[in-house]
């Protein structure tokens, strides 16, 4: 796939300390963690002070609180700190997330078709989820680890700085198998993340179809698909799994080893008066407090790897180019004369696939123009260009005496209304539904003025709420009732050329009859292009072209094509319209 090379990729440390109040946070949050540490480290020798004043008989009140102080100060301030480091994730997450979203849905919709709104979807929910557990163990909790263990073999190595060779030989050994295993981590939770995207994006595909699966009473066989998928999935995290629980075993015995051999020479080096029995209270402590940080490196570097997988899987999705306004120059010439919609010679194909082929046909400002012609014939993806959402591989098409690509995006879409087949609806109210793409929001007069006029008025006031009703989950529209709506919507745009893809597929005779009469009132004053099998729809349009296999066969109207071409006269017959 074809990647952006100018893109802003995700950075954790940037997107993690965007803005003061972050920074403010994350210093606290800093600052917290090593008031915990210190606290931490000094624990011990707070210890050995204890028992040295206890054995020379003095008073041990003192160091005893202390001790208690430095384990309370600890606890609360490696709370504190990873509550606030929780907060920064959480914001993190919610500006990766957003960033990500609204670049998804600046995508060219081919893009978005190719790569899958289930494996987008698992982008920012799974993948992202992986990012968070990065800001939670990589930013502070790893260093401040790395911090805490060179610090506690430098006080170590101040009580005895042979028995810590020997401890850090043990953990060396440990960390050096460690670092193997993490690079496996990181290329198999790669695979998992994969295998994640793919079932979401099959278990998506599945539930849009699943009043066809269910008619067909194909619900196992639908299940076993996707138990594979699932399978899939668990192979690739079994791996990742058996990885990462090798981890902690063999940081474990990194420390046997080094307890072991601390516990043995210490011995020695105490019977040998060459170490107090304070000091090898004091080491063994820290020896044992050694632990916990090890271990939060090696899983830490664990999480670290995951969660660099899945930053990548989310800068891919950053790294695909937006639609772009690519040629748009100032200087671009606007020919007023022109008509509204000019084909010349147009060729598309889709991946490779040619659908047209040289195809020219033109689109007055004014008045109705019908493309018909048999199903393939390439009307709906003529449509598409038009709008851009796809560019021809040849030829030009020219809108309102513009070449297409020199249009910006916003000033063409604003211009046209496109009604496509899909006669899509967004979870939503009614009234933010007719309200799409509009930043000032419509009088309800207006807005009761649309849906009776598209023979809707009566539906939506039988709704729970009216307009306030929630489209989408328990209070969906029928397929005719959705054909009006988007009809409704095209009506409500100020737009000078309205193109309707297969308007009246599922509309009645009535509501049929309605949907011509908005049309003729909107073709006396803007460009109106439907699409339509039904030749009852646009048997009286002022301008009919029939396209076959890619190309314009012949255009006019109804008459003239009667007369000119005999596919034409073919399509009518098969529908008994002769006498039209
Ligand atoms: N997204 C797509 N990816 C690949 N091929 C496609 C895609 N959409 C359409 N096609 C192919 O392009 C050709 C033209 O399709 P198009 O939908 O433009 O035809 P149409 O004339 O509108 O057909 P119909 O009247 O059945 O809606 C067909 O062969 C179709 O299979």
Redesign the pocket.
């Known amino acids: 796939m074809r990647t952006d090379p100018t893109v802003q990729h995700l950075r954790i440390g940037q997107d993690l300390l965007r803005g003061r109040r972050a920074r403010r946070k994350f210093a606290a949050a800093v600052i917290l963690a090593l008031v915990a540490t210190a606290a931490g480290l000094a624990a011990p020798l707070l210890v050995k002070e204890v028992i040295s004043s206890y054995s020379r008989g003095g008073s041990i009140t003192a160091p005893a609180v202390l001790v208690g102080g430095a384990a309370l100060g600890s606890t609360a301030g490696s709370a504190a700190s990873g509550y606030l480091l929780a907060r920064l994730g959480e914001d993190m997450l919610f500006r990766i997330r957003q960033r990500v979203m609204a670049h998804a849905l600046r995508l060219p919709v ?1 893009t978005v ?1 190719s790569l899958g709104t289930g494996d987008l979807v698992a982008r920012i929910t799974s993948d992202a989820m992986l990012l968070r557990a990065v800001v939670d163990t990589g930013v502070v909790q790893l260093p401040l680890a790395a911090l805490t263990v060179a610090f506690t073999l430098l006080v170590m190595a101040t009580l005895d700085w042979i028995l810590v060779l020997v401890t850090a030989g043990s953990f060396v050994v440990a960390g050096i198998a460690v670092a193997f295993v993490l690079k496996g981590v990181r290329r198999s939770t790669a695979d998992q993340q994969e295998a994640v995207g793919v079932l979401a994006q099959q278990f998506t595909a599945h539930l849009s179809a699943l009043t066809t699966i269910k008619a067909h009473r194909s619900e196992q066989h639908a299940a076993d698909r996707l138990g594979d998928e699932a399978a899939a999935v668990q192979a690739t995290s079994l791996r990742a799994a058996r990885l990462e629980s090798l981890i902690a075993p063999v940081m474990g015995l990194g420390q046997q080893v080094a307890l072991v051999s601390v516990i043995t020479s210490g011995g020695f080096r105490l019977a040998g008066t060459q170490l107090t029995t304070p000091d090898f209270a004091a080491f063994l402590l820290y020896l044992l407090q050694l632990v916990q940080p090890a271990l939060v490196i090696a899983t830490g570097m664990g999480r670290l790897q995951a969660g660099l997988a899945a930053r990548a899987r989310l800068n891919d999705v950053l790294a695909l180019p937006q639609e772009g306004d690519g040629a748009v120059t100032a200087a671009a010439v606007q020919r007023q004369d022109e008509a509204a919609i000019v084909f010349d010679k147009v060729a598309f194909a ?2 490779g ?1 040619p ?1 047209l082929h040289h195809l020219s046909f033109t689109v007055p400002r004014t008045g109705l123009t019908a493309l018909v ?10 449509l598409a260009l038009i709008v851009r959402f796809m560019h021809p591989t040849e030829g030009t098409i020219r809108v309102l005496g513009r070449d297409v690509r020199e249009w910006t995006l916003d000033e063409l879409r604003h211009r046209i209304a496109y009604v496509d ?1 899909q006669f899509g609806l967004l979870e939503g109210t009614v009234r933010h539904n007719l309200q799409l793409g509009r930043h000032q929001p419509f009088d309800d007069s207006s807005l009761t003025a649309v849906l009776e006029t598209v023979g809707l008025l009566e539906d939506i006031q039988a709704l729970p709420h009216g307009l306030e009703t929630v489209l989408g989950r328990d209070n969906d529209l029928s397929g005719g009732q959705r054909q009006r709506m988007a009809l409704a919507r095209a009506l409500l745009s100020d737009a000078e050329i309205i193109l309707f ?2 308007p009246t597929s599922q509309l009645d005779s009535i509501n049929e009859k309605r949907l011509r009469a908005v049309m003729d009132r909107l073709a006396a004053d803007r460009t109106v292009v439907i ?1 339509a ?1 039904r030749l009852s729809t646009v048997q009286h349009a002022h301008h009919i072209v029939m ?1 076959a296999d890619g190309t314009a066969t012949a255009s006019g109207t109804h008459r003239e094509l009667l007369d000119r071409s005999p596919l034409y006269r073919e399509l009518v017959a098969s529908q008994a319209l002769a006498s039209g």
């Open positions: 081919s078709r889709y991946a696939e659908v012609g048999p199903s393939g014939a390439g009307k709906s993806t003529s087949q893809d297969e699409v099998h396209i």
